[in-house]
């Protein structure tokens, strides 16, 4: 398994909700990048932070904000939960550029 | 941005046989191509990857070729054993390291 860690497991919210998601990189890596996973599809891009600023962005809404931390940690929040952000969220570490990205376990976020 | 589209999304082979799965990508700057596997439950694990300045790479049963000019790349995996039964992800990467991922491949292996 990778060092990479994320809490909560599980999370089941209501529309409209907020919500905050952890991450912590692995050894050594000062990227890490957020991915939502719905059911049956491939990861999708949300953004990247390196050495605490955005780095790049995917297809999301501002309601999907994040921060690193100087640790490199890092947290994704999203805002005005609706119905169809239910879905894995996986965050991955890695050194900067193009390179072997190491996926945590992923939250898993219901919202009802 | 970039699109990275992938096929088949099912592919089902006899244990023993080989088994192909072929993405391409949309821009032409993207220069890091990795495979990734993930089982039911699982966080997606790196099977193997190659860089654009390589056309070929091979680590035992499974190989990853690039054809930069065309922009596809492919996954091959022979004498296919039940375990790599799996749900398998292409991506594309640039120089920032912001990875696009196809759809997936679900690959089942029966004995």
């Known amino acids: 398994e990778t060092g990479v860690t994320q809490s909560p497991t599980h999370l089941i919210k209501t529309r409209g909700q907020q919500v905050t998601l952890r991450c912590s990189s692995q050894?050594?890596?000062?990227?890490v990048s957020w991915y939502q996973q719905a059911l049956g599809q491939g990861p999708q891009f949300i953004f990247q932070?390196?050495?605490?600023?955005?780095?790049g962005r995917g297809n999301f809404p501002p309601r999907f904000s994040g921060l690193q931390f100087p640790n490199y940690s890092s947290e994704l929040n999203v805002n005005a939960l609706e119905l169809d952000d239910s879905a894995l969220y996986l965050c991955?570490?890695?050194?900067?550029?193009?390179?072997?990205?190491?996926f945590g376990p992923g939250t898993r976020l219901t919202v009802l | 941005g970039e699109n990275v589209e992938q096929h088949p999304s099912t592919l089902s082979v006899q244990e023993g046989d080989s088994a192909v799965i072929k993405c391409t990508y949309s821009?032409?700057?993207?220069?890091?191509f990795p495979w990734y596997k993930q089982e039911l439950g699982k966080r997606p694990q790196l099977i193997i990857d190659?860089?654009?300045?390589?056309g070929e790479k091979k680590d035992q049963r499974i190989a990853v070729t690039l054809n930069k000019t065309a922009k596809h790349f492919s996954l091959h995996i022979t004498e296919t054993q039940p375990e790599d039964s799996a749900v398998y992800f292409c991506?594309?990467?640039?120089?920032?390291?912001?990875?696009?991922f196809g759809a997936g491949t679900r690959l089942t292996v029966k004995p």
């Open positions: 991955a570490s890695s050194p900067e550029g193009p390179n072997e990205q190491f």
């Open positions: 050894s050594g890596h000062n990227t």
């Open positions: 932070y390196y050495r605490e600023e955005e780095n």
């Open positions: 821009d032409s700057a993207s220069n890091y």
């Open positions: 190659i860089r654009s300045n390589v």
């Open positions: 991506a594309a990467s640039k120089v920032l390291g912001d990875m696009r």
